[in-house]
T-cell receptor, first 111, second 113 residues
Framework: AQRVTQPEKLLSVFKGAPVELKCNYSYSGSPELFWYVQYSRQRLQLLLR??SRESIKGFTADLNKGETSFHLKKPFAQEEDSAMYYC?????????????FGTGTQLKVEL | DTGVSQNPRHKITKRGQNVTFRCDPISEHNRLYWYRQTLGQGPEFLTY????????KSRLLSDRFSAERPKGSFSTLEIQRTEQGDSAMYLCASSLNSGGTQYFGPGTRLLVL
């Protein structure tokens, strides 16, 4: 079974401050990790996936298999980053392809 | 808009009634997923289709729930004899093949009174 834990329901930071949204996972096989974001009144959308190893909107995330973590980071928060962020996992290599989500972290960037 | 669409966007029903939701995936996507999201939780997997074949169902999908994708294009999710615990946001997603990104629809919010 797979499990994704996001320990913070709400994270509040000031504009320009660094951001780190925590995500830990539990899975016996090889995982593929994702961050999805939901802006106010918009649908859930993919922010980034660990396989791509890219930076989107200044956000990065590194898969740490030793600590089973996939924390999302941004060096300088912007007001437009305020949103709900979900970490998600699926088995690498296909299979069912279903995503297992965490409970989400609401990021609030204050001026 | 060529994204995933869902109808209706909102549904209010009385306990015991049946409801049906529709999802239209991105046109070339052969995989279609249903998730349910309750307040304070992330989306939870319900079931998925590859073309018209339903390949996996979650234990969350009780026998009151049924999903179809008859022609491998749009899908419907029906809930019979609704209960208050069925109140949730029902999300649909689609992807191109098994390793593709899942693109989500706007969801159908169900309220059972």
């Amino acid at each position: 079974a797979q499990r994704v834990t996001q320990p913070e329901k709400l994270l509040s930071v000031f504009k320009g401050a660094p951001v780190e949204l925590k995500c830990n996972y539990s899975y016996s096989g090889s995982p593929e990790l994702f961050w999805y974001v939901q802006y106010s009144r918009q649908r859930l959308q993919l922010l980034l996936r660990h396989i791509s190893r890219e930076s989107i909107k200044g956000f990065t995330a590194d898969l740490n298999k030793g600590e089973t973590s996939f924390h999302l980071k941004k060096p300088f928060a912007q007001e437009e980053d305020s949103a709900m962020y979900y970490c998600a996992l699926r088995p690498l290599g296909g299979g069912g392809n279903k995503l297992t989500f965490g409970t989400g972290t609401q990021l609030k960037v204050e001026l | 808009d060529t994204g995933v669409s869902q109808n209706p966007r909102h549904k209010i029903t009385k306990r015991g009634q049946n409801v049906t939701f529709r999802c239209d995936p991105i046109s070339e996507h052969n995989r279609l997923y249903w998730y349910r999201q309750t307040l304070g939780q992330g989306p939870e997997f319900l079931t998925y289709f590859q073309n018209e074949a339903q390949l996996e169902k979650s234990r969350l999908l009780s026998d009151r729930f049924s999903a179809e994708r008859p022609k491998g294009s749009f899908s419907t999710l029906e809930i019979q004899r609704t209960e208050q615990g069925d109140s949730a946001m029902y999300l649909c997603a689609s992807s191109l093949n098994s390793g593709g990104t899942q693109y989500f629809g706007p969801g159908t919010r169900l309220l059972v009174l």
